[in-house]
């Protein structure tokens, strides 16, 4: 009987949201984004490699109070399990969500520039004694594509340049900071460029270059954000 009373306390207590606590976007983009990755190869499990103990096989033997009560436990260790992810850290790759929330933060804010011009010799300088390295900043000559300021902004455990373009009326934000790790291995040539896209709808690029670790992030198209990258590195190896 404390089974159940405890069960029927837990369903109020989650009903009534007294539980509940909000996650950061970040969070939210990297818990989707695991629970669709473990979801998909479950589903393509084959029959018979499921457990004999599965769902079906109990509730059909247990009979409805021992296969309400399991489904009672099930359900406590299915709001544990929630709340255990929820308080884990962002693993160490979570740089293309940090790059969506904080452009993200920046257009709620308005506060998407720091520094306002179109001159990469006005932008690049702007950057000295308030970072630690000097970002590559580009002028693509390609029609469509300007630049229109930079400013500062908080990514991987610390403080990064974000060159802001613009392409139409859709603004493209430009993270770039060293990356001496991939560096080292980094084939000589033109860098090859990863395109995805987040759950929020946002373009990211990718792509590594002389030492830096570039992230492009817009709400145009990823067609757009892959032919601007092209554009960018075009232009910086000239």
């Known amino acids: ?15 009534d949201g007294s539980l509940y606590q909000r996650a950061p976007d970040h969070l939210r983009a990297q818990i989707v984004a ?29 009979g409805p109070f021992v296969g309400g009560t ?8 299915l ?4 709340f255990l992810t929820l308080q884990r850290p962002a693993p160490s790759d979570g740089i ?29 300088p702007w950057f000295n004694g308030r970072i630690d390295y000097v970002p590559p900043v580009v002028d693509p000559r390609e029609p469509g594509f300007a630049l229109v300021g930079g400013r500062l902004d908080y990514v991987g455990h610390r403080p990064v340049a974000v060159l802001v373009y613009r392409y139409l009326k859709h603004p493209i934000d430009v993270y ?25 709808g946002y373009a990211l690029a990718n792509w590594h270059r002389d030492g830096m670790s570039y992230w492009a992030v817009s709400d145009a198209s990823s ?16």
């Open 1 to 15: 009987m404390d089974n159940e009373n405890d069960i029927v306390s837990l369903g109020a207590r989650l009903r």
């Open 34 to 62: 695991r629970v669709r990755s473990e979801a998909t190869p479950a589903r393509r499990a084959s029959p018979d490699k499921r457990s004999r103990w599965s769902w079906p096989a109990w509730t059909t033997w247990s």
């Open 70 to 77: 399991l489904a009672g436990s099930a359900l406590c260790a």
């Open 79 to 82: 709001a544990f399990t929630a």
């Open 96 to 124: 293309a969500q940090e790059v969506v929330s904080s452009h993200v933060r920046a257009l709620i804010s308005d506060r998407t520039m720091d520094v306002l011009s179109s001159d990469k010799h006005t932008v690049k």
């Open 176 to 200: 770039v900071f060293p990356d001496g790790s991939h560096a080292a291995n980094a084939p000589a040539g033109k860098p090859s460029t990863a395109v995805t896209q987040s759950d929020d």
């Open 223 to 238: 067609s757009v954000l892959r032919q601007f990258a092209q554009a960018l590195q075009t232009d910086e190896s000239r």
